[in-house]
Protein backbone atom coordinates (compact mmCIF):
# COMPACT_ATOMS: atom_id res chain seq x y z
CA UNK A 1 0.00 0.00 0.00
CA UNK A 2 1.19 3.53 -0.74
CA UNK A 3 1.02 6.12 1.46
CA UNK A 4 2.12 9.50 0.63
CA UNK A 5 4.58 11.53 2.81
CA UNK A 6 3.43 15.13 4.10
CA UNK A 7 5.54 17.92 3.67
CA UNK A 8 6.03 18.48 7.39
CA UNK A 9 7.30 14.70 7.77
CA UNK A 10 9.50 14.62 10.76
CA UNK A 11 12.89 13.28 9.90
CA UNK A 12 15.34 10.98 11.69
CA UNK A 13 18.57 9.47 11.24
CA UNK A 14 19.56 6.13 12.71
CA UNK A 15 23.40 5.78 12.89
CA UNK A 16 26.60 7.62 13.88
CA UNK A 17 28.92 6.86 11.39
CA UNK A 18 30.49 9.24 8.51
CA UNK A 19 27.59 8.61 6.03
CA UNK A 20 25.04 8.93 9.02
CA UNK A 21 26.66 12.08 10.04
CA UNK A 22 26.55 13.28 6.33
CA UNK A 23 23.10 13.00 5.81
CA UNK A 24 22.03 14.82 9.09
CA UNK A 25 24.23 17.41 7.76
CA UNK A 26 21.97 17.22 4.75
CA UNK A 27 19.18 17.17 6.39
CA UNK A 28 20.02 20.59 8.83
CA UNK A 29 21.01 22.80 6.17
CA UNK A 30 18.32 22.31 3.60
CA UNK A 31 15.42 24.32 2.83
CA UNK A 32 13.07 21.71 3.68
CA UNK A 33 13.41 21.63 7.16
CA UNK A 34 10.71 24.39 7.43
CA UNK A 35 11.42 24.83 11.34
CA UNK A 36 11.78 21.32 12.04
CA UNK A 37 13.95 19.07 14.20
CA UNK A 38 15.84 16.36 12.72
CA UNK A 39 15.72 13.20 15.18
CA UNK A 40 19.48 10.92 15.79
CA UNK A 41 19.77 8.23 16.76
CA UNK A 42 23.01 7.72 17.98
CA UNK A 43 24.32 4.58 20.12
CA UNK A 44 27.56 5.25 21.09
CA UNK A 45 27.84 7.43 24.20
CA UNK A 46 30.75 9.36 23.63
CA UNK A 47 29.56 10.52 20.75
CA UNK A 48 26.22 11.00 21.75
CA UNK A 49 27.58 13.06 24.49
CA UNK A 50 30.44 15.21 22.42
CA UNK A 51 27.34 15.97 20.29
CA UNK A 52 25.23 17.52 22.74
CA UNK A 53 28.07 19.38 24.53
CA UNK A 54 29.71 20.73 21.36
CA UNK A 55 27.65 19.29 18.18
CA UNK A 56 30.52 17.60 17.23
CA UNK A 57 30.90 13.81 16.53
CA UNK A 58 34.25 13.17 17.43
CA UNK A 59 34.79 9.97 15.40
CA UNK A 60 33.04 11.30 12.05
CA UNK A 61 33.47 14.17 10.04
CA UNK A 62 34.49 15.71 12.97
CA UNK A 63 34.96 19.35 11.19
CA UNK A 64 31.29 19.79 11.31
CA UNK A 65 29.72 21.51 13.48
CA UNK A 66 26.19 20.95 13.75
CA UNK A 67 23.32 23.47 15.09
CA UNK A 68 22.02 21.10 18.31
CA UNK A 69 18.56 23.39 18.26
CA UNK A 70 17.97 21.45 15.14
CA UNK A 71 18.46 18.31 16.77
CA UNK A 72 16.52 15.74 18.47
CA UNK A 73 19.57 13.54 19.41
CA UNK A 74 18.98 10.53 21.92
CA UNK A 75 20.42 6.91 22.77
CA UNK A 76 17.12 5.38 22.75
CA UNK A 77 15.88 4.48 19.30
CA UNK A 78 12.42 3.64 20.40
CA UNK A 79 12.44 7.17 21.05
CA UNK A 80 13.66 8.38 18.07
CA UNK A 81 11.65 6.18 15.98
CA UNK A 82 8.64 7.00 17.85
CA UNK A 83 9.15 10.69 16.58
CA UNK A 84 9.67 10.25 13.50
CA UNK A 85 7.42 10.10 10.63
CA UNK A 86 10.67 9.23 8.18
CA UNK A 87 13.61 6.97 9.09
CA UNK A 88 16.19 7.24 7.11
CA UNK A 89 18.48 4.24 8.31
CA UNK A 90 22.40 4.68 7.66
CA UNK A 91 24.08 2.60 10.05
CA UNK A 92 26.87 -0.21 8.51
CA UNK A 93 24.70 -3.31 6.84
CA UNK A 94 26.66 -5.38 8.76
CA UNK A 95 24.99 -3.57 12.63
CA UNK A 96 21.40 -3.28 10.82
CA UNK A 97 19.83 -6.04 12.73
CA UNK A 98 21.69 -5.27 16.25
CA UNK A 99 20.56 -1.87 15.60
CA UNK A 100 16.96 -2.53 15.50
CA UNK A 101 16.84 -5.75 17.97
CA UNK A 102 15.13 -3.58 20.55
CA UNK A 103 13.10 -1.64 18.61
CA UNK A 104 9.35 -1.46 19.82
CA UNK A 105 8.16 1.08 17.83
CA UNK A 106 6.79 -0.87 14.21
CA UNK A 107 8.52 0.49 11.69
CA UNK A 108 5.76 -0.46 9.42
CA UNK A 109 3.63 2.57 10.35
CA UNK A 110 6.57 4.72 9.28
CA UNK A 111 8.07 5.52 5.90
CA UNK A 112 11.42 3.62 5.77
CA UNK A 113 14.39 5.07 3.59
CA UNK A 114 17.68 2.82 3.38
CA UNK A 115 20.74 4.83 2.97
CA UNK A 116 22.87 1.53 3.15
CA UNK A 117 24.74 0.57 0.59
CA UNK A 118 24.86 -3.32 1.83
CA UNK A 119 23.62 -6.07 2.64
CA UNK A 120 21.99 -7.83 5.48
CA UNK A 121 24.95 -10.41 6.42
CA UNK A 122 23.49 -13.87 6.66
CA UNK A 123 20.07 -13.14 5.02
CA UNK A 124 21.24 -12.79 1.23
CA UNK A 125 18.89 -9.79 1.64
CA UNK A 126 19.02 -6.05 0.60
CA UNK A 127 17.78 -3.45 3.41
CA UNK A 128 14.49 -3.04 2.10
CA UNK A 129 13.97 -6.75 1.37
CA UNK A 130 15.14 -7.54 5.00
CA UNK A 131 12.29 -4.84 6.13
CA UNK A 132 9.50 -6.67 4.34
CA UNK A 133 10.42 -9.95 5.91
CA UNK A 134 11.26 -9.04 9.27
CA UNK A 135 9.44 -5.86 10.06
CA UNK A 136 6.16 -6.06 7.75
CA UNK A 137 7.76 -2.69 5.74
CA UNK A 138 5.55 -2.23 2.54
CA UNK A 139 7.32 -1.31 -0.63
CA UNK A 140 4.73 1.52 -0.30
CA UNK A 141 6.08 2.81 2.36
CA UNK A 142 10.22 2.43 1.77
CA UNK A 143 12.64 4.21 -0.04
CA UNK A 144 16.08 4.10 -1.01
CA UNK A 145 18.75 7.30 -1.32
CA UNK A 146 21.46 6.13 -3.51
CA UNK A 147 24.25 8.26 -6.13
CA UNK A 148 28.10 9.02 -5.35
CA UNK A 149 28.29 10.42 -2.73
CA UNK A 150 31.29 10.39 -0.34
CA UNK A 151 30.36 11.54 2.95
CA UNK A 152 34.06 12.99 3.21
CA UNK A 153 32.93 15.38 0.19
CA UNK A 154 29.50 16.25 1.83
CA UNK A 155 31.48 17.69 5.43
CA UNK A 156 33.33 19.80 2.20
CA UNK A 157 29.92 20.85 1.13
CA UNK A 158 31.59 19.57 -2.43
CA UNK A 159 28.96 19.83 -4.94
CA UNK A 160 26.88 16.16 -4.82
CA UNK A 161 24.43 14.19 -6.46
CA UNK A 162 21.69 11.72 -4.71
CA UNK A 163 19.11 9.57 -6.12
CA UNK A 164 15.74 9.06 -3.91
CA UNK A 165 14.00 5.93 -5.29
CA UNK A 166 10.22 5.30 -3.80
CA UNK A 167 7.68 3.16 -5.53
CA UNK A 168 5.58 6.53 -5.49
CA UNK A 169 7.41 9.40 -6.98
CA UNK A 170 5.70 12.33 -5.20
CA UNK A 171 7.16 10.44 -2.15
CA UNK A 172 10.34 11.07 -3.96
CA UNK A 173 9.77 14.23 -4.72
CA UNK A 174 9.08 15.02 -0.63
CA UNK A 175 11.96 13.88 0.13
CA UNK A 176 13.94 15.43 -2.74
CA UNK A 177 13.16 18.77 -0.65
CA UNK A 178 13.64 17.48 2.33
CA UNK A 179 17.38 16.84 1.09
CA UNK A 180 17.83 19.92 -0.89
CA UNK A 181 21.23 21.35 0.63
CA UNK A 182 22.97 24.01 -2.14
CA UNK A 183 25.74 21.28 -2.03
CA UNK A 184 23.15 18.54 -3.34
CA UNK A 185 21.65 17.98 -6.43
CA UNK A 186 19.09 15.66 -6.20
CA UNK A 187 17.43 13.45 -8.31
CA UNK A 188 13.80 10.97 -8.37
CA UNK A 189 13.62 7.38 -9.53
CA UNK A 190 10.64 5.07 -8.76
CA UNK A 191 13.35 1.65 -9.47
CA UNK A 192 14.05 1.11 -6.07
CA UNK A 193 15.27 -2.29 -6.29
CA UNK A 194 17.53 -1.49 -9.20
CA UNK A 195 18.67 1.61 -7.41
CA UNK A 196 19.44 -0.56 -4.27
CA UNK A 197 21.12 -3.30 -5.52
CA UNK A 198 23.24 -1.16 -7.94
CA UNK A 199 24.80 0.47 -4.55
CA UNK A 200 25.23 -3.07 -3.58
CA UNK A 201 27.12 -4.31 -6.55
CA UNK A 202 29.49 -1.57 -7.34
CA UNK A 203 31.60 -1.96 -3.98
CA UNK A 204 32.42 -5.87 -4.91
CA UNK A 205 33.42 -3.91 -8.26
CA UNK A 206 35.36 -1.23 -6.59
CA UNK A 207 37.11 -3.97 -4.34
CA UNK A 208 38.07 -5.66 -7.64
CA UNK A 209 39.48 -2.34 -8.70
CA UNK A 210 41.89 -2.31 -5.15
CA UNK A 211 42.74 -5.97 -5.72
CA UNK A 212 44.08 -4.97 -9.08
CA UNK A 213 45.77 -1.61 -8.36
CA UNK A 214 47.17 -3.49 -5.25
CA UNK A 215 48.54 -6.04 -7.46
CA UNK A 216 50.17 -3.33 -9.61
CA UNK A 217 48.07 -3.09 -12.45
CA UNK A 218 47.70 -0.16 -14.37
CA UNK A 219 44.90 2.73 -15.40
CA UNK A 220 44.49 1.22 -18.86
CA UNK A 221 43.35 -2.14 -17.54
CA UNK A 222 41.30 -0.61 -14.49
CA UNK A 223 39.26 1.37 -16.91
CA UNK A 224 38.43 -2.37 -18.86
CA UNK A 225 37.70 -4.13 -15.63
CA UNK A 226 35.05 -0.96 -15.00
CA UNK A 227 33.74 -1.07 -18.11
CA UNK A 228 33.18 -4.73 -17.74
CA UNK A 229 32.10 -4.06 -14.22
CA UNK A 230 29.32 -1.99 -15.38
CA UNK A 231 28.13 -4.47 -17.95
CA UNK A 232 27.93 -7.04 -15.84
CA UNK A 233 26.01 -4.28 -12.90
CA UNK A 234 23.36 -4.08 -16.00
CA UNK A 235 22.82 -7.89 -16.67
CA UNK A 236 22.66 -8.55 -12.92
CA UNK A 237 20.09 -6.03 -12.21
CA UNK A 238 17.87 -6.75 -15.78
CA UNK A 239 18.04 -10.68 -14.87
CA UNK A 240 16.96 -10.19 -11.58
CA UNK A 241 14.73 -6.83 -10.77
CA UNK A 242 13.82 -5.74 -14.43
CA UNK A 243 12.56 -2.36 -14.62
CA UNK A 244 11.06 -0.60 -18.11
CA UNK A 245 13.20 2.92 -18.71
CA UNK A 246 15.84 1.89 -16.50
CA UNK A 247 19.08 3.77 -17.67
CA UNK A 248 22.56 2.31 -15.67
CA UNK A 249 24.56 5.19 -17.07
CA UNK A 250 23.03 7.57 -14.91
CA UNK A 251 24.58 8.71 -11.41
CA UNK A 252 23.00 6.41 -9.68
CA UNK A 253 24.21 3.51 -11.33
CA UNK A 254 27.17 3.97 -13.38
CA UNK A 255 28.43 7.26 -11.39
CA UNK A 256 28.57 5.61 -8.08
CA UNK A 257 30.59 2.74 -9.29
CA UNK A 258 32.71 5.26 -10.75
CA UNK A 259 33.51 7.37 -7.38
CA UNK A 260 33.84 3.93 -5.39
CA UNK A 261 36.15 2.71 -7.89
CA UNK A 262 38.38 5.81 -8.13
CA UNK A 263 37.77 8.11 -4.97
CA UNK A 264 40.71 7.66 -2.31
CA UNK A 265 37.24 8.23 0.17
CA UNK A 266 36.45 4.08 -0.58
CA UNK A 267 36.49 1.92 1.94
CA UNK A 268 36.23 -0.86 -0.43
CA UNK A 269 38.78 0.26 -3.02
CA UNK A 270 41.39 0.68 0.02
CA UNK A 271 39.70 -2.96 1.27
CA UNK A 272 40.78 -4.26 -1.68
CA UNK A 273 44.26 -2.61 -2.44
CA UNK A 274 45.50 -4.46 0.99
CA UNK A 275 44.04 -7.89 -0.06
CA UNK A 276 46.02 -7.19 -3.54
CA UNK A 277 49.26 -6.36 -1.65
CA UNK A 278 49.25 -9.77 0.10
CA UNK A 279 47.20 -8.70 3.07
CA UNK A 280 45.05 -12.10 4.74
CA UNK A 281 41.15 -10.78 4.47
CA UNK A 282 40.99 -10.62 8.43
CA UNK A 283 43.55 -8.52 8.59
CA UNK A 284 42.32 -5.87 6.01
CA UNK A 285 39.41 -5.93 7.33
CA UNK A 286 41.31 -4.93 11.24
CA UNK A 287 43.35 -2.26 9.57
CA UNK A 288 40.56 -0.93 7.16
CA UNK A 289 38.88 0.09 10.55
CA UNK A 290 35.53 0.95 8.71
CA UNK A 291 33.57 -1.98 6.92
CA UNK A 292 34.39 -2.48 3.34
CA UNK A 293 29.90 -3.18 2.00
CA UNK A 294 32.12 -5.15 -0.65
CA UNK A 295 33.14 -8.30 2.02
CA UNK A 296 29.13 -8.89 2.43
CA UNK A 297 27.51 -8.00 -1.16
CA UNK A 298 29.96 -10.77 -2.83
CA UNK A 299 28.59 -13.70 -1.09
CA UNK A 300 24.87 -12.56 -1.28
CA UNK A 301 25.76 -11.39 -4.64
CA UNK A 302 26.89 -15.08 -5.59
CA UNK A 303 23.97 -16.63 -3.96
CA UNK A 304 21.46 -14.66 -5.45
CA UNK A 305 22.53 -15.56 -8.95
CA UNK A 306 23.58 -19.15 -8.14
CA UNK A 307 19.57 -19.18 -7.43
CA UNK A 308 18.92 -18.63 -11.01
CA UNK A 309 20.87 -21.26 -12.10
CA UNK A 310 19.92 -23.33 -14.87
CA UNK A 311 19.07 -27.32 -14.88
CA UNK A 312 23.21 -28.03 -15.92
CA UNK A 313 24.44 -25.67 -12.58
CA UNK A 314 25.45 -22.95 -14.39
CA UNK A 315 24.62 -19.57 -13.35
CA UNK A 316 21.83 -17.78 -16.06
CA UNK A 317 23.90 -14.28 -15.61
CA UNK A 318 27.73 -14.56 -16.26
CA UNK A 319 28.83 -12.66 -13.51
CA UNK A 320 33.16 -13.36 -13.68
CA UNK A 321 34.18 -9.89 -11.79
CA UNK A 322 31.79 -10.88 -9.21
CA UNK A 323 32.90 -14.84 -8.88
CA UNK A 324 36.50 -13.57 -8.47
CA UNK A 325 36.15 -11.44 -5.69
CA UNK A 326 33.89 -14.42 -4.25
CA UNK A 327 36.51 -16.59 -4.38
CA UNK A 328 39.34 -14.38 -3.32
CA UNK A 329 37.69 -13.52 -0.36
CA UNK A 330 35.80 -16.65 0.57
CA UNK A 331 37.73 -19.51 -1.37
CA UNK A 332 40.80 -18.35 -0.39
CA UNK A 333 41.96 -17.75 -3.79
CA UNK A 334 45.16 -16.64 -4.60
CA UNK A 335 44.73 -12.88 -5.93
CA UNK A 336 47.40 -12.47 -8.69
CA UNK A 337 46.05 -16.14 -10.28
CA UNK A 338 42.39 -15.18 -9.80
CA UNK A 339 42.92 -11.91 -11.79
CA UNK A 340 45.44 -13.08 -14.16
CA UNK A 341 42.55 -15.94 -14.73
CA UNK A 342 40.09 -13.07 -14.83
CA UNK A 343 41.70 -11.03 -17.58
CA UNK A 344 41.10 -13.59 -20.16
CA UNK A 345 37.33 -13.23 -19.31
CA UNK A 346 37.22 -9.41 -20.00
CA UNK A 347 36.45 -7.82 -23.25
Known amino acids: MNVLIDKE??????????WATGL???LTDSAGLEGGRVGWFVRNPEVLESLRSEGRNPRYLSDVEFDTRLLE???????????????????????????LEGLRTPLSEKFVISAIKG????????VTEYLERTHGLSLGRAGVIGGPSHAEEIALERLSYLTVACDNLDNARIMTHKLSARYIHTTISDDIRGVEYAAILKNIYALSVGIATGLG???????????NGAREMRRFLDGNFPCAGRDTDTSAFLGDLLVTAYSPFSRNRRFGMMIGKGLHVKVAQMELGGVAEGYYASETVRHVNASLSGSDGSPTIEMPIA?????ILYGGAAPSKTMRNLTNKLI
Open 73 to 99: LSGDIDSVVAGADVVILAAPSAFIKSY
Open 217 to 227: YGDNFLSVLIS
Open 323 to 327: EAVYD
Open 119 to 126: IVPGNYLS
Open 24 to 26: VKI
Open 9 to 18: ARCAVVGHGS
